[in-house]
């Protein structure tokens, strides 16, 4: 007999509807542990692709694939059950064409995403249109976007004159028309973060942004601890579970050393057959 437990997660609809109403909390993650332990918090989880630098030490999010994406999405949909799942599509997997997008989307989609999130301005807006006219929900992501730091040279903050603030505004203005249901803004100043918030009837969520945002997100790693000692500017550091794991770890290695584990309880019957 199967047992079938019943998923209720968030859904984009229920995200939309936020705005206005309440903030709407997210995180990422890209493995079952951590996913469970979040999910009950959050409204949803990202499977960014900084899961190349958090989980695989890459330098950068440009060489994750859509395989990889693909298979940590699924590890986290096995991992949550209220969250809503947005899986980021990868660098190369969407730029070519709408129908290029669709084909990576539908997969990630297949791997279990309720929505997808891309990187790019007005340019992506064809894009978008093409996915959410096809039933794919679409996080659009403007500002500082990781995927093109070899244009930006650098993780540098965005919009920090009016012309350029002005693109950036024009840029979520153009993905809201093309159907994106919410934009995440990364690094960009505070004002402006505030001011497409109020200019937009998306919700917007901010990394790097704005306390004014619809919603915030973090990388998971970073506001635990566990990303190393550099951490950037925006990232506020809830717990330091580095330190907290070195002790354990340091412990257990002690006490193998010292033949203290493992101790009786941790056996399967003492007594000789
Ligand atoms: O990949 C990522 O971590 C992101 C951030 C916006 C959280 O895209």
Redesign the pocket.
């Known amino acids: 007999m199967s047992v079938h437990v019943e998923v209720k997660r968030m859904t984009v609809p229920q995200l939309r509807a936020c705005k206005g109403q309440r903030k709407i909390v997210a995180l990422?993650a890209h493995n079952v542990s951590t996913a469970r332990i979040i999910d009950d918090y959050l409204d949803f989880v990202?499977i960014?692709?900084?899961t190349a630098m958090v989980a695989y030490g890459l330098p950068n999010?440009l060489s994750f694939t859509l395989e990889q994406a693909g298979q940590h999405t699924a590890a986290v949909v096995r991992g949550t059950r209220h969250a809503c799942v947005v899986a980021?599509m990868p660098f190369g997997s969407y730029q070519e064409s709408p129908a290029q997008a669709f084909r990576s989307a539908a997969y990630l989609v297949g791997m279990g995403a309720d929505a997808v999130?891309l990187e790019g301005g007005e340019v992506m807006a064809d894009t978008v249109e093409y996915l959410v006219r096809r039933g794919i929900p679409v996080l659009a992501?403007v500002g500082l976007m990781p995927q093109y730091v070899n244009a930006m040279g650098g993780y540098l903050a965005q919009g920090k004159t009016p012309e350029a603030a002005a693109v950036i505004l024009a840029d979520a203005k153009a993905l809201e028309r093309a159907g994106a249901f919410g934009v995440?803004l990364?690094g960009v100043i505070e004002a402006l973060g505030a001011e497409i918030t109020a200019q937009v009837t998306i919700p917007t969520i901010g990394?790097g942004a704005s306390p004014a945002c619809d919603g915030q997100?973090l990388?998971t790693e970073d506001m635990l601890g566990l990303s190393g000692e550099r951490v950037p500017k925006f990232v506020k550091r809830y717990v330091n579970l580095e330190e907290i794991m070195r002790h354990a770890v340091e412990r257990y290695a002690d006490e193998v050393r010292a033949g203290k584990f493992p101790e009786t309880q941790h056996c399967f019957g003492t007594k000789r057959p």
Do not use: W
């Open positions: 990422t990202l960014g692709d900084s999010t980021d999130k992501h995440v990364e990394i997100i990388v």
